[in-house]
T-cell receptor
Framework: QKEVEQDPGPLSVPEGAIVSLNCTYS??????FMWYRQYSRKGPELLMY????GNKEDGRFTAQVDKSSKYISLFIRDSQPSDSATYLC????????????FGKGTLLTVNP | GAVVSQHPSRVICKSGTSVKIECRSL??????MFWYRQFPKQSLMLMAT?????????EQGVEKDKFLINHASLTLSTLTVTSAHPEDSSFYIC????????????FGPGTRLTVT
């Protein structure tokens, strides 16, 4: 079992829709959780960074972490065509080990 | 702030030759840099972690003699793919962080390597 599982999609939604992206993880030591956005043939861009369980909101983006169920989510409100990209979840356990473990990424297309 | 560049953005080389990829932190000092490889429709796989002035730490299954990493300054790390083969063709991405050991990582735009 991979440490971070993510449905690769693809996911296609109309403009303005609420998008829900999800990952599960198996390593109980993970404490820090991230969502990255990656456009085609580009490097990942950090969107959200959260520690432990809870919610974090930044504009149209909300990240949720539920450590009890080892479930992490990213919600995108009022989705735009420019949100079309691959979204990668990632986690690390902190301490002296900051190695990121990535999910496979979900390809999202927002149709105008 | 926190901009990371990579050079070249894409490179084509013949089998058996070596290729060097540069990763630079443009507006901050990076004590730690990471090198990843990404195959099409796959996730990023960490290859190695390097701290400035120290030898790189390679992930299991990554040949250190094939993928030479040098982190000689706080703004530059290089990855040299030696004796490249077609199966080394991939998207190589570096990231950099300010603190020793990691924390928030800022990614470069990636280098597309094609070995013919």
């Amino acid at each position: 079992q991979k440490e971070v599982e993510q449905d690769p999609g693809p996911l296609s939604v109309p403009e303005g829709a609420i998008v829900s992206l999800n990952c599960t993880y198996s390593n109980s030591a993970f404490q820090y959780f991230m969502w990255y956005r990656q456009y085609s043939r580009k490097g990942p861009e950090l969107l959200m960074y959260t520690y432990s369980s809870g919610n974090k909101e930044d504009g149209r983006f909300t990240a949720q972490v539920d450590k009890s169920s080892k479930y992490i989510s990213l919600f995108i409100r009022d989705s735009q065509p420019s949100d079309s990209a691959t979204y990668l979840c990632a986690a690390h356990s902190g301490g002296s080990n900051y190695k990121l473990t990535f999910g496979k990424g979900t390809l999202l297309t927002v149709n105008p | 702030g926190a901009v990371v560049s990579q050079h070249p953005s894409r490179v084509i080389c013949k089998s058996g030759t070596s290729v060097k990829i540069e990763c630079r932190s443009l507006d901050f000092q990076a004590t730690t840099m990471f090198w990843y490889r990404q195959f099409p429709k796959q996730s990023l796989m960490l290859m190695a972690t390097s701290n400035e002035g120290s030898k790189a730490t390679y992930e299991q299954g990554v040949e250190k003699d094939k993928f030479l990493i040098n982190h000689a300054s706080l703004t530059l790390s290089t990855l040299t793919v030696t004796s490249a083969h077609p199966e080394d063709s991939s998207f190589y991405i570096c990231s950099a962080s300010r603190l020793t050991g990691g924390d928030e990582q800022y990614f470069g735009p990636g280098t597309r390597l094609t070995v013919t």
